[in-house]
């Protein structure tokens, strides 16, 4: 029968401890100066060597051939200990040994001698689950225990635990695993066991681990059996649920360069898939994380636990971005982290969190603001806008003709434009859904829009004036309006128009002269964005 390697491979002495020295070195002093305490309190996450340590130190306390102050785990007190057949070392498991009748049975057996060793050890795994009354009960024993008794307290959650239990102990914190420690035992195991195992793939483990080896263990186990005694980076990707280091660069740098369209297609691939929403977010985290990491630190190695030509595409891809911008996405990642433990549709909060964070127009945060701050200015400098003159004959009240020059700005395809492009097909679907199957047939005939002034404009080809006439009942509007609302989080007035009277719709601004007209435009919108600016900085000061 197969033995789980987290059980086969748990630590036998103190020096198989990974990852806890600063512990392991004060047990050791405290049995060579024999000044060992009688009541400890070790407390850390899940698998990082609580009750392995607990045990090591019961041992080691009790030997009869003890070497390096390490169990010989040889004589006959370390072999009874080891196979649970002596009556000096107890284990209780407190979460179902959690009544006041419990812990007095265990003062009643206190008062008895140890049998074969020089101290008995009691072990309560999970304290924290002992009632009110069962602490107390406990706490009169550990106020005046007997010389040869000794506690040790096990928890995850020490703050669940009385201060009158906590001043009684001696409290040992055990450290999350590192990264590095994790790969170097699970490389050891993989060459003990005869197994070939790419460094990528235990990286990933271990990174998925949050630092308890127990789980990478039990990962590792998966993965073995899952590759057929081979430890492939791919199958283990497969296993996590994870995404593959390549797709989030890729992902990434279309939420960097800030394509929507793009972005949501990588998260519907995903989806397609099989992945899990909340995990791809909590990569996503991780993954920006590491690129801030990337712009404001030269010393990565213990602070992005990757491989090296890993962190070489971090700091490369960080260059594209600015610290503002990551700070503007990892907090709407981290609240959408939050939101998604309750959402009933993942799904659609994910897609909203991709047009978030790559549309800053979607986020009314500082951050955000900067970003399109930022965004008008580059447009401004790469000439996308433009000013068109045209003249138009003018009537004057002494019957003269004259021309009048009038401005027309025009602009590149707007943000607004790309943003109801890509959301067009999430649209129809709701309209579909909403069973409003002649507006949904008519809408699918669309091939354009516009956007001016926050009304957006439906454009139809001219053959289509019975479409125009359909929909431009104001119910129909109205009822465009709100799934539009719905589906982008933002509000556009809506209008139906042939593509003919586009011209009509575009923004003219009445000037003297094209150069003046240009002039006073940027002169305006450069003033805007000073009064901006400004406005932050007070708001920051």
Same mark, same amino acid.
């Given at each position: 029968?197969?033995?789980?390697?987290?059980?086969?491979?748990?630590?036998?002495?103190?020096?198989?401890?990974?990852?806890?020295?600063?512990?392991?070195?004060?047990?050791?002093?405290?049995?060579?100066?024999?000044?060992?305490?009688?009541?400890?309190?070790?407390?850390?996450?899940?698998?990082?060597?609580?009750?392995?340590?607990?045990?090591?130190?019961?041992?080691?306390?009790?030997?009869?051939?003890?070497?390096?102050?390490?169990?010989?785990?040889?004589?006959?007190?370390?072999?009874?200990?080891?196979?649970?057949?002596?009556?000096?070392?107890?284990?209780?498991?407190?979460?179902? !040994?959690?009544?006041?009748?419990?812990?007095?049975?265990?003062?009643? !057996?206190?008062?008895?001698?140890?049998?074969?060793?020089?101290?008995?050890?009691?072990?309560?795994?999970?304290?924290?689950?002992?009632?009110?009354?069962?602490?107390?009960?406990?706490?009169?024993?550990?106020?005046?225990?007997?010389?040869?008794?000794?506690?040790?307290?096990?928890?995850?959650?020490?703050?669940?635990?009385?201060?009158?239990?906590?001043?009684?102990?001696?409290?040992?914190?055990?450290?999350?695993?590192?990264?590095?420690?994790?790969?170097?035992?699970?490389?050891?195991?993989?060459?003990?066991?005869?197994?070939?195992?790419?460094?990528?793939?235990?990286?990933?483990?271990?990174?998925?681990?949050?630092?308890?080896?127990?789980?990478?263990?039990?990962?590792?186990?998966?993965?073995?059996?899952?590759?057929?005694?081979?430890?492939?980076?791919?199958?283990?990707?497969?296993?996590?649920?994870?995404?593959?280091?390549?797709?989030?660069?890729?992902?990434?740098?279309?939420?960097?360069?800030?394509?929507?369209?793009?972005?949501?297609?990588?998260?519907?691939?995903?989806?397609?898939?099989?992945?899990?929403?909340?995990?791809?977010?909590?990569?996503?985290?991780?993954?920006?994380?590491?690129?801030?990491?990337?712009?404001?630190?030269?010393?990565?190695?213990?602070?992005?636990?990757?491989?090296?030509?890993?962190?070489?595409?971090?700091?490369?891809?960080?260059?594209?971005?600015?610290?503002?911008?990551?700070?503007?996405?990892?907090?709407?990642?981290?609240?959408?982290?939050?939101? %998604?433990?309750?959402?009933?549709?993942?799904?659609?909060?994910?897609?909203?969190?991709? %047009?978030?964070?790559?549309?800053?127009?979607?986020?009314?945060?500082?951050?955000?603001?900067?970003?399109?701050?930022?965004?008008?200015?580059?447009?401004?400098?790469?000439?996308?806008?433009?000013?068109?003159?045209?003249?138009?004959?003018?009537?004057?009240?002494?019957?003269?003709?004259?021309?009048?020059?009038?401005?027309?700005?025009?602009?590149?395809?707007?943000?607004?434009?790309?943003?109801?492009?890509?959301?067009?097909?999430?649209?129809?679907?709701?309209?579909?859904?909403?069973?409003?199957?002649?507006?949904?047939?008519?809408?699918?005939?669309?091939?354009?829009? !516009?956007?001016?002034?926050? %009304?957006?404009?439906?454009?139809?080809?001219?053959?289509?004036?019975?479409?125009?006439?359909?929909?431009?009942?104001?119910?129909?509007?109205?009822?465009?309006?709100?799934?539009?609302?719905?589906?982008?989080?933002?509000?556009?007035?809506?209008?139906?128009?042939?593509?003919?009277?586009?011209?009509?719709?575009?923004?003219?601004?009445?000037?003297?002269?094209?150069?003046?007209?240009?002039?006073?435009?940027?002169?305006?919108?450069?003033?805007?964005?000073?009064?901006?600016?400004?406005?932050?900085?007070?708001?920051?000061?």
């Amino acid at each position: 029968m197969h033995k789980a390697l987290y059980r086969a491979y748990r630590p036998q002495t103190f020096k198989d401890v990974v990852g806890q020295e600063h512990i392991i070195r004060t047990l050791k002093n405290q049995i060579d100066n024999d000044n060992i305490g009688h009541a400890y309190l070790f407390s850390g996450t899940r698998g990082t060597g609580k009750t392995s340590t607990a045990k090591i130190f019961a041992r080691a306390v009790n030997c009869l051939n003890s070497v390096n102050l390490e169990p010989c785990n040889e004589c006959e007190v370390c072999k009874d200990i080891l196979n649970d057949s002596i009556m000096d070392v107890v284990e209780i498991d407190a979460a179902s !040994n959690n009544s006041v009748d419990d812990i007095r049975e265990l003062r009643e !057996n206190v008062k008895y001698s140890p049998t074969k060793s020089k101290y008995k050890v009691y072990i309560i795994d999970e304290v924290h689950m002992l009632s009110q009354g069962a602490f107390n009960a406990l706490l009169k024993t550990l106020e005046e225990p007997p010389s040869y008794i000794i506690f040790i307290l096990a928890t995850t959650e020490p703050h669940k635990i009385p201060a009158t239990i906590l001043s009684r102990c001696q409290r040992f914190d055990f450290k999350r695993v590192t990264v590095k420690d994790m790969m170097l035992r699970m490389k050891n195991i993989c060459e003990e066991e005869e197994i070939e195992a790419e460094d990528k793939a235990l990286n990933l483990i271990a990174r998925n681990s949050q630092g308890a080896l127990r789980d990478a263990l039990s990962i590792l186990d998966q993965c073995i059996s899952f590759g057929d005694n081979k430890v492939l980076y791919k199958d283990a990707v497969e296993l996590l649920g994870t995404v593959n280091v390549e797709q989030l660069f890729k992902m990434s740098q279309n939420i960097i360069d800030q394509n929507t369209k793009e972005s949501l297609q990588d998260l519907n691939e995903f989806v397609i898939w099989g992945k899990d929403i909340k995990q791809l977010i909590n990569d996503l985290i991780d993954h920006f994380r590491n690129l801030m990491v990337c712009k404001v630190s030269n010393e990565l190695d213990e602070i992005i636990s990757l491989p090296e030509e890993i962190i070489d595409k971090f700091k490369l891809q960080s260059k594209k971005v600015d610290t503002n911008d990551l700070i503007r996405i990892l907090n709407i990642l981290s609240v959408t982290q939050d939101t %998604m433990k309750t959402a009933s549709n993942p799904r659609v909060l994910a897609e909203v969190t991709m %047009m978030k964070i790559a549309q800053p127009m979607f986020d009314e945060s500082k951050e955000a603001l900067i970003k399109r701050i930022e965004n008008l200015e580059k447009v401004i400098e790469s000439g996308s806008i433009k000013i068109v003159s045209s003249k138009e004959e003018v009537i004057t009240a002494d019957n003269n003709t004259i021309e009048q020059e009038e401005v027309i700005y025009e602009e590149v395809k707007s943000e607004d434009v790309k943003l109801i492009e890509a959301s067009w097909k999430n649209i129809l679907q709701k309209i579909k859904k909403d069973k409003k199957m002649p507006i949904y047939a008519l809408l699918s005939e669309v091939r354009s829009f !516009n956007v001016h002034a926050n %009304m957006l404009y439906i454009v139809f080809d001219d053959n289509f004036s019975f479409a125009k006439s359909k929909l431009s009942s104001v119910d129909t509007i109205q009822y465009i309006e709100n799934v539009v609302r719905e589906i982008l989080n933002r509000s556009f007035s809506i209008k139906i128009v042939l593509k003919s009277e586009v011209n009509n719709i575009e923004l003219e601004i009445k000037e003297e002269s094209k150069d003046k007209g240009e002039e006073i435009l940027k002169n305006i919108v450069s003033e805007t964005i000073l009064e901006i600016k400004d406005s932050i900085h007070e708001n920051q000061e």
